[in-house]
């Protein structure tokens, strides 16, 4: 009985730190994987689609995130066009592919879903300048104080900004990037491509496509009364109801499986249980906005209309947007939430779409009232978010807004790290800021530019009006 107790205890043993082992594994290759599919990925991007020097994106890009990411090297293959990241041991492997016109996509489950050759974007007219010498120069500007401003926030550049550009009136008055950028480069939106996908659905709902009050066409969600009634405007504004786990410090969150492990994006969101009754709670998710673009593509498909071409055609090509690329997941669809890429001129553009009120050049590309739309606050929020944008509106109960200098009607896209673009009515001004801002939230840290550029444009008799 004693040896047999001994035998026992020691199977125990034996079994509980196998356990612990395999436990081990599964959560160090889910961690890995995650690193790897992140690195794999930027790395793809940015030196295929952005065209940067695969030196300097390696040996700077990835500075400053976790010491894990220092330990998973990344391998370029420019004649594949590919990037491939691995662990120790070879964990967590990651490959993302380059294609023309769609960017990098990761190769998750196996393989990535064929899509049609896209007919490259005719350039069109080129940005209005008004430059503080000849006679373009806007008047109502302190171009010096424009300059000082930009220059003081580059010749140190303790922020790492990457691209900053000032339109006014619909005219370029500033413009200046760091070393190794230029108007040439796209620029990765992080979640500013969120209100990139809003964009297409206003498209969408301009062509009939759509009605916003209408439940969304999820497959997920069919037979199941709950979730079958979210609205396309419950998640627009972010209130769903749906779990969604945003935490990118944990390697298998809902956000980093979406992103860097499953071929499908919108899948993983759509998967989600409903936790409040849909309108009645606000929670910022990535994959509301990948629901939202697997729904759109469905909603063109069943139409004959292809996602990526009927966004050139609706809103690309017609503001002369020829640089922007939405990356897809493995199974095709746009990841809505965080891949798109543009030149910051054209990111510019997509701003002054919505200055204009979504018209341009006299025609109209979004519906009317759509832009009170996205920037009314949703319902469930402090005043601080719209459909897809951000609103820089004091809170109810005593929040300041986020950029105090700056009046409560600006409306911004913003992205991780520091992507945005600043929509700000009252003086027709339009700012894109690009960069790497780590180590201190980069929508505090910006302020200070944001109020020295604010300052520095007056107000038109036109804009006094207003």
């Excluded at 082992?21 to 689609?49: D, H, I, P, Q, W």
């Excluded at 009120?357 to 832009?371: F, M, Y």
Aim: charged share 20%.
């Amino acid at each position: 009985m004693t040896i047999k107790t001994h035998h026992w205890v020691v199977s125990a043993t034996v079994i509980g730190i196998v356990t612990a082992a395999v436990f081990a594994y599964g959560k160090t290759n889910g961690l890995v994987r995650t690193g790897a599919g992140y690195k794999a990925k930027v790395a793809c991007s940015e030196v295929f689609l952005a065209g940067r020097n695969a030196d300097d994106v390696l040996s700077g890009e990835f500075d400053d995130i976790d010491p894990l990411l220092d330990r998973i090297p990344v391998k370029i293959d420019p004649e594949k066009r590919e990037a491939f990241a691995s662990g120790p041991l070879g964990l967590g492997q990651a490959k993302a592919i380059f294609r023309d016109g769609y960017g990098c996509t990761l190769v998750n489950g196996g393989g990535v879903t064929s899509l049609p050759s896209l007919d490259p974007l005719v350039a069109s007219a080129p940005w209005p300048e008004a430059p503080p010498v000849s006679g373009k120069a806007l008047p109502h500007v302190d171009y010096a104080a424009l300059d000082f401003a930009l220059t003081n926030a580059f010749e140190k550049n303790r922020l790492n900004h990457r691209a900053v550009l000032v339109a006014v009136d619909g005219k370029i008055i500033a413009e200046r990037y760091a070393e190794g950028f230029s108007k040439e480069t796209s620029f990765l939106s992080w979640s500013a491509a969120k209100s990139v996908t809003a964009t297409l659905v206003g498209a969408a709902v301009l062509e009939g496509l759509i009605d916003i009050n209408d439940p969304a066409p999820v497959p997920e969600w069919q037979g199941d009364d709950e979730r079958a009634a979210i609205t396309w405007s419950n998640l627009l504004h972010m209130q769903s109801g749906l779990a969604f786990s945003e935490d990118y410090a944990n390697p298998n969150s809902d956000v980093n499986r979406m992103l860097f492990h499953e071929p499908g994006a919108g899948a993983v969101a759509a998967d989600q249980p409903l936790i409040h009754p849909p309108g009645t709670f606000w929670d910022y998710s990535s994959g509301t906005s990948n629901i939202i673009a697997r729904a759109l593509r469905q909603v063109l498909d069943d139409t004959g209309k292809d996602y990526y071409t009927f966004a050139q055609l609706a809103i690309y090509g017609p503001i002369g947007a020829t640089s922007i690329t939405m990356e897809p997941d493995a199974s095709g669809a746009n990841i809505g939430s965080s891949f798109i890429y543009a030149t910051a001129r054209d990111w510019a553009r997509l701003g002054q779409l919505y200055l204009e009120d979504g018209v341009w050049n006299g025609a109209q590309l979004l519906p009317e009232g759509w832009i009170n739309y996205v920037t009314a606050p949703a319902a469930a929020t402090d005043n601080h978010y719209g459909a897809h944008f951000w609103l820089n509106r004091d809170g109810k109960d005593g929040r300041v807004r986020f950029v105090p200098g700056l009046p409560e009607g600006m409306y911004f896209m913003s992205g991780h790290e520091g992507q945005f673009v600043y929509i700000i009515p009252d003086k027709r001004m339009v700012i894109v800021r690009t960069g790497i801002t780590r180590g201190e939230a980069p929508r505090e840290a910006i302020v200070p530019l944001l109020e020295e550029i604010y300052t520095a444009v007056g107000a038109t008799d036109e804009t006094q009006t207003e």
